[in-house]
């Protein structure tokens, strides 16, 4: 019985900063990298940075007509084009034919994204399938020196068809998530911490690619059950803010009775759910405009089979 | 010999909140008053919330077309209308229409702003002649008890003719500048913060119209200096990020050689100045469109002389 799951080698590695163009660490890497590719090369593979959202950066805001991140569906990528479709449509139809699509599509997209909550280096999946970014997120828990800013896996358990994110383009993916840092703001230290992340994680497909076999290893992961939204009044403006016991506790169990938030008027409004969660995304600025105050997740725990290269037709080595 | 500063009682006062439409303390706060105005009455006098930039505010942006709080030069205010006038011109005029001219000038302004550098609670005034908003200053830092956000005094040391602030359009005025918070977010801490200092605010005016006197006293005050900026590449992209060192450490002494950059590359760059200065406004989001990295201050030490009302003709009471 061989337990291994294989994958082809990668060849064709991006690096998206700026898909938020007021997600600042993401936005100063894809720059710097653009003007200076030598920290991406590795030996077995090409990789190339891509600011993703050129007009939002250029006004250091999130989008310019609607969130690019979540342009991505095979709906909106195939429909017909128009002159008025909004700018963020045109461009993620120009992403897709860049890398998305054909015999030069992209292996591993690498998606570079700050949030202002509290979230440390949130490693984000959107297929509970793709082994070989479970093993690379594993390799970044497992290889990063940095232990101010924990590593969490993220999974939003999605179908294919249902995926409207820029991830949605690459064959194998990963989403970084980190901060806190404020919209337009650049910290040294989550720079630094997710410019780690991404080299690390190019060592990773660089050690895959050149044969290595990683062994099964088990993980605890973050899946998302719902959003919660915050209390409005009769307008339809917030009446109530994240509650200062729950504030900056992103992955801190949240048990039933425990409060999540405080009115206007001083009183405190308590968590009614019957089982033990893990608010993620609290008081995340970009998720104020629908309202949403966190986003609840259960903590599953996961077997991750072991993994290796799959050495495919015209190459040498023992079929898998 | 009176040593008293007298000035007229405060009957009209007004509290800006949403001069930046990102600034989510006083746009929370402007927004709730508007709708439930007992907070803010006392016995002594009207005051009354303006969401300053509805449309910013509608946007969460700090501004439409120009920064408002840079819209209130005599100049602009007094200048031709045109149609074609930026969004913000045109609603700093009606601003000033209606709370900063003629016999309904408002007497009090509170200009409610957030940053997201930790400046804790900033006191910002923009006239050193002010003594009652010195008077009402000095209240705050001595009877508001959260100990957690320390109370600063700052100082844009300019003449009244080179005032383009809103706080330009009120008799006495005094801007809050409570952070770390960033844009888009409301925190309850930073949101109870502003309102307590808002409120002592009122409490203190009352007291003045009552006829309390109030005894001089000594004071540190920031006084700008002047701004330093990124370190640019010839693109005038950003090429450093502010030094992990100073990071957070806004009204800490800045010594000559201490680390203020680290840029991409990893090198560290150093003040090279040759006194001690009080850097503020450390890695505002705000700032980086003019690419401003911090604002250096000096400390001073000032002597404010007693305060007392300035009994007007035909009230009762002996002459100053």
Redesign the interface.
Known sequence: MNSHMAYPAISRVVVFGGTHGNEMSGV?LA??WQ?DLSELQRKTFTAEPCLANPHAVEK??RYIDQDLNRCFSKELLCSPVSESDPYEVKRAREIYQKYGSGSSSSDFTFDLHNT?SNMGATLLRCSKDDFLSMHLANYLQNSTGDQCMPCYNFLIDIQEKDNVYLQNIGKHSLTLELG??????????V?SRMRELVNRGLDFIDLFNQGKEFPSFEMDVYRVLSRVLYPQ?S?G??RA????DL?NKDYVPLKPGDPIF?T?SGEDMFYEGETIVYPTFI????Y??KKVAFILTEKIHCNVPALKLEHQAGHLGTPK
């Open positions: 100063t720059k710097h003007k250091c805001v202002t806190p840092q404020p919209q337009g703001v650049v910290r040294a230290d720079l009044d307008t403006d917030i803010v994240i509650h200062p504030q405080k206007f008081d995340e600025a970009a104020y405009e």
